[in-house]
């Protein structure tokens, strides 16, 4: 142990999903245990602060508005809505604050004064230094580490987007005046849920994508319905694009840190190269949202031996433990899908393995997803696509959301429900939702698959008339 160090059972670095549900389960085990997190902003980590909450809350004001827009259809007469996107982030940044509050308040009733606010980094294996805002350092050692730090925004090396300044999936959620016209660089599940926002807010919206579909890990009859319903929205698509250069025209350049607000005359021209031709597309504001990178750099995992991928992403095995004893990795850091759901089953693993001396690993774990349009998409198992390189004989169901009789009430009848069945077992190998309240109605294929039921089962239930999940009996009857 160094001379003047601080000796822990435990050490979490970084406060996100995984790390802040472990400190509480570790210090009932009677481990003496630290966290780390870099910044009081950060507490409770990226879902609460930067991603999931504040996104789906201003999420909920877009949706929002496009029903008062569409008011009419139901018979009911509205003004035209006026977006203030101040107020908009206002209550954003209310609800964070409401969320890292609650946070905060349990990590400290836990870790008592073993909750540190500043920067670490690995001078040995089991050893870490921590900087604070101020400028003071803390040598700590543990016997168990686990890194738990997240995820920032991808920026490419695209010339001229430093000089011309752009926005981030964080910083876009402070503009207070709505764009002009948002270019959105990406067409993912980031890009895809800001775009469709923005454009209900009432902005002109143009999504860039490199590959030949949207949502290159999705069926291609998903992507296109995806594509139809966002494109009725009046959102433009340029795919199988490939920008050449950014450049900013008419005024000050904007940095991503400090994003200046649309101001007339201001532009950002992308030159893009499109098959053998090029073209410009102007616009007031460029997001980029083309993926995410970890937060590994400033860790120095070089000094505690951990192995990364070429990416900065901590490998792991299925039990998260990394090549260094005594050293684990959670949630996004280890790469992979980055969901707070996985974060959350990260943490079970380790808790399970640790503190409840069982034997649970990653191994064969069903992770569902969401995109939160409207309608939303929810997936969970193989894709079609999937299912037939991996060997297996299918059976595929679809059928269109309008033909769920709890849609036509709702007045929500765009989207398209497809279901993939193993031939041989009757088992739902995976299932695709594009339909109202989609993320709820998955869990419910979720737990079939988890239990190895056949999809008879929900082909053959009774589900409550008329609700979306009934759109389950509709599907799986077309088998």
Not at 70 to 94: F, M, W
Not at 276 to 290: K, P, T, Y
Not at 353 to 359: S, T, Y
Request: aromatic share 4%; glycine share 8%.
């Amino acid at each position: 142990m160094e001379v003047n160090a601080q000796h822990y059972d435990d050490i979490i670095i970084g406060g996100g999903k995984a790390g802040k549900t472990l400190a509480p389960a570790l210090v009932a085990d009677g481990r003496k245990t630290a966290l780390v997190e870099r910044s009081l902003n950060m507490i409770g980590g990226g879902c609460i602060n930067i991603a999931c909450i504040p996104t789906k809350t201003m999420v909920a004001s877009a949706n929002v508005a496009n029903t008062v827009r569409n008011s009419a259809a139901y018979g009911v007469k509205a003004n035209t809505p006026i977006v203030d996107l101040a107020e908009v982030i206002q209550r954003k940044r209310a609800v964070v604050q409401s969320a890292r509050e609650v946070n905060l308040h349990n990590l400290e009733t836990a870790l008592n004064n073993n909750l540190l606010i500043g920067e670490a980094r690995f001078v040995a294996p089991k050893t870490i230094e921590v900087t604070t805002a101020e400028g003071n350092t803390r040598i700590l050692t543990a016997e168990r580490l686990f890194v738990n730090t997240g995820t920032r925004p991808l920026i490419p090396s695209l010339p001229g987007l430093t000089e011309a300044g752009f926005l981030t999936s964080e910083s876009i959620m402070e503009l207070e005046h709505l764009p002009e016209h948002l270019i959105v660089l990406g067409s993912g599940y980031i890009g895809l849920e800001f775009a469709q926002m923005f454009r209900r807010f009432g902005s002109r919206v143009t999504v860039i994508g490199q590959s030949e579909q949207i949502l290159s890990q999705q069926d291609p009859d998903i992507a296109i319905a995806v594509q139809t319903l966002l494109e009725q929205d009046g959102i433009e698509f340029l795919l199988k694009a490939k920008v050449l250069k950014v450049v900013r025209v008419g005024g000050a350049s904007r940095t991503e840190a400090s994003p200046l607000e649309n101001r007339t005359g201001n532009q950002t021209i992308l030159q893009i190269q499109v098959g053998a031709r090029e073209i410009n597309i102007q616009g007031s504001h460029l997001l980029v949202a083309v993926g995410r990178a970890p937060n590994s750099e400033s860790l120095n995992l070089a000094a505690a031996g951990v192995a990364t991928d070429t990416r900065g992403f901590i490998q792991v095995n299925d039990r998260l433990e990394t090549n260094i004893p005594g050293i684990w990795a959670l949630g996004d850091i280890k790469g992979g899908p980055q969901y707070t759901h996985i974060s959350l089953d990260d943490y079970r693993i380790i808790k399970a393995n640790l503190i409840d001396r069982g034997n649970r690993s990653t191994q064969d774990r069903l992770v569902p997803s969401c995109l939160f349009i409207d309608p939303e998409l929810a997936q969970v198992g193989l894709t079609e696509t999937e299912a037939q390189q991996q060997g297996y004989a299918i059976r595929v169901a679809k059928v269109d959301a309008s033909a769920v009789p709890r849609a036509k009430t709702l007045g929500q009848t765009d989207g398209l429900l497809k279901a993939i069945v193993d031939t041989d077992t009757g088992r739902i190998l995976g299932c695709s939702l594009l339909c109202h309240e989609a993320g709820e109605v998955i869990s419910t294929v979720q737990m079939v698959m988890q239990a190895q039921m056949p999809y008879t089962i929900l082909r053959d239930g009774i589900l409550t008339h008329p609700t979306m999940t009934e759109g389950l009996n509709i599907l799986f009857s077309k088998l």
